[in-house]
């Protein structure tokens, strides 16, 4: 795989990703009964953007720069 397919690989599914996170963090502020309010997705999305770098990828490369997962997400 070449790496500028890498790029847009990681770049398509950290816009999927911040969706689904963003839909976490609706559903855990508004729980539905007998729904857990327990998600990972703020510590995914830290992950994500720590590893980054040991890639050689930017945070703008993966379309992640626009987060703060500890304020955005949890």
Do not use: V, W
């Not at 007998?34 to 953007?49: E, I, P, Q, R």
């Not at 945070?59 to 703060?68: F, K, P, S, T, V």
């Amino acid at each position: 795989m070449h790496n500028i397919s890498l790029k847009h690989y990681i770049r398509e599914i950290s816009c999927l990703l911040k969706d689904y996170a963003k839909q976490a963090k609706i559903d855990a502020d508004h729980p539905k009964e007998g729904a857990s309010a327990d998600f990972n997705d703020g510590f995914l999305m830290a992950s994500m953007k720590n590893q980054a770098p040991f890639f050689d990828l930017t945070q703008e490369e993966i379309n992640l720069a626009d987060i703060e997962p500890e304020k955005d997400f949890l």
